[in-house]
C-alpha cells in the first residue's frame, strides 16, 4: 500500500472521478480539487463525487486561477505527485467563447505549474489532448509528429500546456509527463461527448447530429484504460534523454525530464459504426441528421501508442462493443434511479 499523497484536479470531472478511485484503492491519500462550474450538468459531478468515500480524500472547491489559494493547498497538503485534468473541455465551445480557454487552460495551468516550483513534487502528470495533431493528415498519429498547426483554441491551449511544462522542466527539473487523451469514454462520462448525446438523444427518440455525414473516424479510449495507462506511468519517472539531439530534435524527447505520450485504442471506428453499435444495444433506431465538417474538428483521429506500450508495458485494450455496453448500462442504471428517486419525492 502506498503513503503518498497524491492531488487530482478535476477531481469532480470524468477522467478525474476514475482516477481518484484508482487512487484510493492503492492506498494512496488523494487530495481532490475542483471548481465544479456548469459547463455540463453539475448534478453529475456532485453524483461523481457522492460515490467517492470521504474518509479517503480531502476535498477543496476552487478555481484553478486561484493562484493564492492553490499555493496554500501544496503548502498544507504536502504533496507528493500532482495529476492535473482540470481544465475547460470541448472544441467547439472554445470557438464561442475562448476567453475561458485562456483563463482555464493557461492561467490555471500556471497555477499548478508555479505551485509545483514552489513546493517540489516527484512527478506531474497533465491531461493534453489528441486535439494538439491539428490539420495532421498522417496516420495514425505519433508523438514524434510535429503539432504546429491546431485547429480550435482548445488544441493550442493543449499545445501551449506542454510547452509550458518543457519550460519548467527545463527551468526548475520538475518532472512533466503530458497524456494526449483520444476521446474518452466509459460509464459517468460527459453529457456533452459523442456517446452520452447518442445514447440519451436515441433512447429518447430524439434527432442525433453527425458531422462530416457520419464519416468521422475516431479512437474512442475506454476511461479504465486510460487510467490503467495513468496509474503506470505514475510509477516510472521522467528522465533526460542522453541520447537528445539538439540539432535534430524529436518534439516528444528531450534533455530535461519531460516526455508526452498518446493514450488511444489505436483501433479507429466510424460515426456511423458507432452509432449502429448504440442502435443494436439500445434496440431502437437513430434518427440522424447528417451535417458537414464543423470549424475546428479533424475528420480523422488515429493514435501510435508504441511509446507508452515501451515504457509501460501495457496498451489500452477494451473493444469498442463491450465499452458501449458498459457505457450504458450505467446510463440505464443511473438515470433510472434518478427518475425513480424524483417520482417518488
Given at each position: 500500500?502506498?503513503?503518498?499523497?497524491?492531488?487530482?484536479?478535476?477531481?469532480?470531472?470524468?477522467?478525474?472521478?476514475?482516477?481518484?478511485?484508482?487512487?484510493?484503492?492503492?492506498?494512496?491519500?488523494?487530495?481532490?480539487?475542483?471548481?465544479?462550474?456548469?459547463?455540463?450538468?453539475?448534478?453529475?459531478?456532485?453524483?461523481?463525487?457522492?460515490?467517492?468515500?470521504?474518509?479517503?480524500?480531502?476535498?477543496?472547491?476552487?478555481?484553478?486561477?486561484?493562484?493564492?489559494?492553490?499555493?496554500?493547498?501544496?503548502?498544507t497538503e504536502q504533496i507528493d505527485l500532482v495529476l492535473h485534468l482540470a481544465a475547460q473541455a470541448g472544441v467547439r465551445y472554445s470557438i464561442d467563447r475562448p476567453d475561458v480557454y485562456i483563463t482555464s487552460n493557461i492561467v490555471g495551468f500556471l497555477?499548478?505549474?508555479?505551485?509545483?516550483?514552489?513546493?517540489?513534487?516527484?512527478?506531474?502528470?497533465?491531461?493534453?489532448?489528441?486535439?494538439?495533431?491539428?490539420?495532421n493528415t498522417k496516420m495514425p498519429f505519433a508523438t514524434t509528429d510535429a503539432v504546429d498547426h491546431p485547429l480550435s483554441l482548445y488544441a493550442a491551449s493543449k499545445k501551449a500546456n506542454e510547452l509550458m511544462a518543457h519550460t519548467y522542466s527545463s527551468l526548475y527539473g520538475i518532472k512533466t509527463t503530458g497524456?494526449?487523451?483520444?476521446?474518452?469514454?466509459?460509464?459517468?462520462?460527459?453529457?456533452?461527448?459523442?456517446?452520452?448525446?447518442?445514447?440519451?438523444?436515441?433512447?429518447?427518440?430524439?434527432?442525433?447530429?453527425?458531422?462530416?455525414?457520419?464519416?468521422?473516424?475516431?479512437?474512442?479510449?475506454?476511461?479504465?484504460?486510460?487510467?490503467?495507462?495513468?496509474?503506470?506511468?505514475?510509477?516510472?519517472?521522467?528522465?533526460?534523454?542522453?541520447?537528445?539531439?539538439?540539432?535534430?530534435?524529436?518534439?516528444?524527447?528531450?534533455?530535461?525530464?519531460?516526455?508526452?505520450?498518446?493514450?488511444?485504442?489505436?483501433?479507429?471506428?466510424?460515426?456511423?459504426e458507432f452509432v449502429a453499435l448504440i442502435e443494436e444495444r439500445l434496440g431502437k433506431k437513430a434518427i440522424k441528421h447528417e451535417m458537414p465538417l464543423q470549424a475546428g474538428d479533424v475528420p480523422e483521429s488515429f493514435a501510435d501508442v508504441e511509446s507508452l506500450f515501451e515504457t509501460i508495458g501495457y496498451r489500452p485494450q477494451t473493444t469498442i462493443e463491450a465499452g458501449v455496453h458498459a457505457f450504458i448500462d450505467w446510463y440505464e442504471q443511473h438515470y433510472r434511479l434518478k427518475e425513480e428517486v424524483q417520482d417518488g419525492a
Open positions: 500500500m502506498q503513503n503518498k499523497t497524491i492531488l487530482i484536479t478535476g477531481i469532480a470531472g470524468f477522467i478525474g472521478f476514475h482516477a481518484a478511485r484508482r487512487f484510493m484503492a492503492e492506498g494512496y491519500r488523494v487530495i481532490g480539487l475542483d471548481e465544479v462550474n456548469d459547463y455540463y450538468d453539475p448534478s453529475l459531478k456532485e453524483a461523481r463525487l457522492m460515490e467517492l468515500d470521504p474518509n479517503r480524500y480531502t476535498f477543496y472547491r476552487v478555481s484553478l486561477e486561484d493562484a493564492a489559494t492553490i499555493s496554500r493547498i501544496f503548502e497555477s499548478i505549474l508555479e505551485a509545483c516550483r514552489h513546493y517540489p513534487v516527484e512527478q506531474l502528470i497533465y491531461a493534453s489532448s489528441s486535439s494538439v495533431y491539428g490539420s497524456l494526449r487523451f483520444f476521446s474518452v469514454y466509459g460509464p459517468w462520462g460527459r453529457p456533452d461527448m459523442a456517446l452520452f448525446k447518442f445514447t440519451e438523444a436515441i433512447a429518447k427518440g430524439q434527432p442525433i447530429d453527425l458531422y462530416n455525414y457520419g464519416e468521422m473516424g475516431r479512437d474512442f479510449t475506454y476511461v479504465d484504460d486510460i487510467i490503467e495507462s495513468i496509474y503506470r506511468l505514475m510509477q516510472t519517472e521522467p528522465v533526460a534523454d542522453p541520447a537528445f539531439d539538439q540539432e535534430n530534435p524529436l518534439p516528444d524527447r528531450s534533455n530535461v525530464p519531460y516526455r508526452v505520450f498518446n493514450i488511444g485504442s489505436h483501433s479507429p471506428i466510424r460515426l456511423n
